[in-house]
């Protein structure tokens, strides 16, 4: 006898009646960057689709958000102003505040998510407080804190600390509750690599780094079982849901993490994924609907809760339409 998987595959529908992971717009995260000043709407060259938006024409992006029913939106600020301590991180009057304060006011249904590190604010683009060529661990923690509270005064639901310091979930959380917030959630970057994926972020958040890289802080690639251990340690510190990024080249790691997290794991589809697969489709050499749909699919099949992506507007729509 033959064994024959294929009888399952026979109609639309039967294969639907037994697919094992399903997209749904629920599982997306939306990221938005911001700018300083009035009437902008940049495009991101090397992101076609993405723009950093000045807070007056925010809302015509919230509103593409609210459209699509996708439940929530990451934000970035990219300020004019930079300086060693990153001041503009935890200013109650910077763009991202004001951004959170206007989201909570005029879109009460989507949740704000702010990613709480000092790079896009520090003159040299590292992600904590420097001294020399060396990164202060300890003292960034004060800042990261700092921002942290900074957005959750002006109304953040998550913070999403993606610096890469030790022992700063713990920091943020006891800041937080210190200044009762005790119910604003941390999604801490817990696995995050130093990776070649995030060069059109950077351009994007004008956050490179003007000396050295960041592997003294984020993690080797090489490296699955020291990402379980970076993932248990931020459960240990009191994150709520933990995370893996990159993605697309990461989906073992996931799989790894999410078979031991007691918790949701989230995983970050970043800038470098979606612009491989945006160069492809505009030279016509991909399909990228369908590049985009099996992309999110494979992230969702390898265990992620939830998908930070460029792409959820449009993946949205796809859902909708199918
Ligand atoms: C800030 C931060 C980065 C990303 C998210 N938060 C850049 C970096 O660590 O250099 C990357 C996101 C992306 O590439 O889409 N530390």
Redesign the pocket.
Known sequence: MIIRPRRLRQTPEIRRLVRETKLDVDDFIY?IFLVDGEDQKQPVESMPGVYRFSLDRLPEELDRVKEAGVLGVLY?SVPDHKDAYASEAYSDTGTLQKAIRLTREQYPELIVVA?V?L??YTDHGH?GIVHGHDIDNDETLVYLAKMAVSCAKAGVHIVAP??MMDGRVYAIREALDENNFENVIIMS?ST?FASS??G???EA?D?APCFGD?RSY?MDPANQREAIYESVLDIEEGADIIMV?PIMTYLDVLAGVKEVSPIPVAA?N???EYAMIKAAAAQGWIDEEAVMMETLLSIKRAGADLIITYFALDAARCLKES
């Open positions: 990221p970035f990613d590190c790079c896009e992600c993606s610096d970057y995050k994926f995030y059109p972020f950077r958040a956050s960041r984020q990024k970050y970043v800038s470098g």
